[in-house]
């Protein structure tokens, strides 16, 4: 089940609220999670056990750990620390990564070991790091132990952000998942960040993801440049749009339900460096790593080399936590020396650059990255790299080029301002300019929501194209 269906829009999602609001108020937590199982098992049945277990596995090692710890023994709420870890990233792996080194121990000794060929239990990556970091918390004293099994429960599978994030460290609502207060003011805000992901999603995410289908769809041999560049362009507008609007609607989920959770994107298509761009895309992983992997590492506060290191092995795992395949983890490497050029080579000569130039350094590298990003194996990537520098000789362009640009040119140039904050300043423009007149802001307000649903739902009516990509992670 995805957010952006009819099934969600019109059954589960007004049951789950009714439920969640009939009820008194000590049973939410139990609403939230019962309701949770059921979004998650509606795709994959079979992994609730996998999600239990690892529930009841993170939960006891907390406990664990806190109980070590108040009894004044450190080793030991270090060893089950390590135990609670061990256990949830031996699942991870098993289920996520055991295809890719059998393949791999095949391909370099012949073995011919047979392939286990599990289904990866979705967002099995996302749920693992939220149980991880609570226990790291737990152990640090960042965060209290929860003995509530049903209020745990209710984080690891909150349905919001269960799927594909933004991944949530538990210190961060520890205190709601206690007690909060809903709002009918959060609430309606609530109702408009999910709408606005909606939009997002439907109309241009899936619109920008079906011209890139489109475009893989033919032979990558006989592909002009400026055809190959147009796709590269879809599937770039497509991954942002697709996945910070699953953001946006999670985060409005989160609010009808009291919930705050951070933010996961802030315009990452302006950025003028690599650095700026992955301090604005997928915020929560970024966060996530730089608090569990790279400051206990040591951060940048150690030596040039260790530095240099410390990157590496954060790009590294980050390139191989995105998928099982050789082209994730020569895309961490990509971004790790990208980032490690601009600190200690070109970052000074960088600034100095005009914004114009430094804006489009950045979006040229970005795009080339999600050329690596996009496709299952590395040898497609390095095929299609070919077709967008014209090894083919397939010449620049040709009429289907023509017909495909005339046919996406509105499409193009909405997506291209929609990654601006040019919306946001209109929208506050228009507030501002209207501020005394409250009447002519709802009506706008009103008007624009309910467009945006309407044109979503009539579109997804007659829609076969309308995935999460980041499920698949």
Known sequence: MVFSSLLFLFRFLPAVLLCYYLVPRRARNFVLFLFSLIFYAWGEPVYIILMLVTILVSYAGGIAVDAMKNCGRPKAA?????????????????FKYADFVLGTVNTLTGAGLQLLNLSLPIGISFYTFQTMSYTIDVYRGEAHVQKNLISYGAYVVMFPQLIAGPIVQYKTIDAQLRGR??????????????????????????????????????????????????????????????????????????????????????????????????????ISLSTWFRDYVYIPLGGNRVSKGRHIRNLMIVWLLTGFW??????????????????ILEKYVFGIFLEKLPKVLRHLYCVLLVMLGWNLFMFG????????????????????????????????????LLLTVGCTQLPKKLGNAFTVRFAENDVVILTARGLLYVGIFLLSVAWLVDASYNPFLYFRF
């Open 181 to 282: 207060k809903e709002t009918p003011e959060e609430f309606a805000q609530g109702i408009h960040r999910f709408l606005l992901g909606l939009g997002k999603k439907v109309l241009l995410a899936n619109n920008a993801g079906a011209l890139w289908d489109t475009i893989t769809a033919l032979t990558v041999s006989e592909m002009p440049v400026l055809t190959a560049w147009m796709g590269l362009v879809a599937y770039t507008f497509q991954i942002y749009f697709d996945f910070s609007a699953y953001s946006d609607m999670a985060i409005g989920l989160g609010l009808m339900f009291g919930f705050h959770f951070s933010e996961n994107f802030n315009y990452p298509y302006i950025s003028q460096s690599i650095t700026e761009f992955w301090r604005r895309w997928h």
């Open 322 to 339: 995105h998928g099982a395949s050789w082209n994730f983890v020569a895309w961490g490497i990509y971004y790790g020396v990208l980032l």
């Open 78 to 94: 270090r060893n089950m620390l390590v135990v609670s870890l061990a256990v949830s990233l031996a699942l991870l792996a098993f």
């Open 377 to 412: 194996d590395f040898t497609q990537s390095l095929t299609y790299l070919k077709a967008l520098f014209g090894v083919y000789g397939a010449g620049l362009w040709n009429t289907e080029t023509i017909y495909l640009f005339l046919n996406h040119a509105v499409l193009l």
